[in-house]
C-alpha cells in the first residue's frame, strides 16, 4: 500500500501545481475523489488476501479427469469421414474442429502416419467443437461437403483459406464450397439442415468417452489428448498393430476388425474413477 499512498501525495502535489490559479475548492474535491479511490483498492486487496491467503495468489484449478490410456472404448465411426482401407487393422478416430490451433499443428503428423503405415492404419474424423460461435459453420461446412463426397477437399480449403486466415463467415464458407465444385443449393440445406443433428452427434458420442478438448485421439478405442508427436502416435500404434495381427491370424476378418475388439467389446462410456 505504500505505492498507493506515493500515488496519492504524487498526485496532491500536481493538482496542487495545476490548480494553483483556480479555486481551492476543485482541489480539494479531487483529493478526496484520490483518498476514495486508495481505500477501494485497499478493501479489494484485503479481500484477496483473506481468499488466498496471500496477495495476486492464483487459485489452484482442478484438473479434469481423462480416460486411462490403456483402457478400449467404443468410439462410433458410423457415417463420419474416413482416410484409408475399410480393413486397416488401426482406427484412430480423430475428434477436433476447424478453430483449434492444435488441430491444425497435428495434420502432417497424421500425413505422416499414414504414409509410414501404408493400409494398415486409417483416420476418422468427427467434429468436436469447443469455440461454437467461430467453429460451427466450418464443422457444418465439413458435413455437407462429405454427404456430396468432397469432405478431403473441403477440409484442405477450410485448413487453407478458412482457418489460415479466420474468415470462418458463412460468405467465405460459400466461396470455399464453390471452390470445391460443391452443389451450392444442396450444400447450404444440408448446413442448414441434416448436419446439425449429425455435429450434435458426433459431439454427444465423443463427450460420452471422455473428451473434453481438442484435438483428441483414440487409437483403436485408445485415448490420447493433445497435437502429440510423431514417436508417440507410433508407440501405441504399434502395440495395436501387434495384438491385431495376432487376432487376425486367429481368424478375425481385418474388415471386422474394429467392430468386433473395438465397437462390441470396448467401453461404451467413460465413467471418472473416484479417488479414495
Not at 497435437?227 to 491385431?244: G, H
Amino acid at each position: 500500500m505504500k505505492k498507493l499512498s506515493l500515488l496519492v501525495m504524487a498526485a496532491a502535489l500536481s493538482l496542487g501545481a495545476v490548480a494553483c490559479q483556480q479555486d481551492t475548492k476543485n482541489v480539494e474535491r479531487k483529493l478526496d475523489e484520490l483518498s476514495k479511490a486508495v481505500a477501494a483498492l485497499d478493501q479489494k486487496v484485503s479481500g484477496i488476501q483473506a481468499g488466498t491467503g496471500r496477495a495476486g495468489a492464483p487459485q489452484q484449478r482442478q484438473r479434469r479427469p481423462e480416460p486411462d490410456p490403456k483402457d478400449v472404448y467404443a468410439v462410433p465411426v458410423d457415417g463420419d469421414p474416413v482416410k484409408g482401407p475399410a480393413d486397416a487393422l488401426v482406427t484412430i478416430v480423430k475428434g477436433y474442429e476447424y478453430a483449434c490451433p492444435f488441430c491444425e499443428k497435428v495434420r502432417p503428423t497424421i500425413d505422416q502416419l499414414l504414409k509410414d503405415y501404408p493400409g494398415k492404419v486409417r483416420f476418422v474424423s468427427k467434429q468436436f467443437v469447443v469455440h461454437p460461435q467461430v467453429a460451427t459453420d466450418s464443422s457444418l461446412a465439413a458435413c455437407a461437403a462429405h454427404k456430396q463426397g468432397k469432405f478431403e477437399q473441403m477440409d484442405t480449403l477450410l485448413w487453407d483459406k478458412a482457418f489460415a486466415t479466420r474468415k470462418f463467415d458463412r460468405a467465405n464458407i460459400d466461396a470455399l464450397a464453390k471452390e470445391a465444385g460443391l452443389d451450392l443449393a444442396k450444400f447450404k440445406a444440408d448446413m442448414d439442415g441434416d448436419c446439425k443433428a449429425f455435429i450434435q452427434k458426433d459431439q454427444a458420442e465423443l463427450q460420452a468417452m471422455g473428451q473434453g478438448a481438442t484435438p483428441t485421439f483414440y487409437i483403436n478405442g485408445r485415448y490420447m489428448s493433445g497435437a502429440q508427436p510423431v514417436p508417440a502416435f507410433k508407440a501405441i500404434i504399434d502395440e495395436e498393430l501387434k495384438i491385431a495381427q495376432e487376432r487376425v491370424a486367429q481368424g478375425t476378418k481385418p474388415a471386422d476388425y474394429y467392430k468386433t475388439w473395438v465397437l462390441d467389446k470396448g467401453l461404451k462410456k467413460f465413467t471418472p474413477k473416484v479417488e479414495k
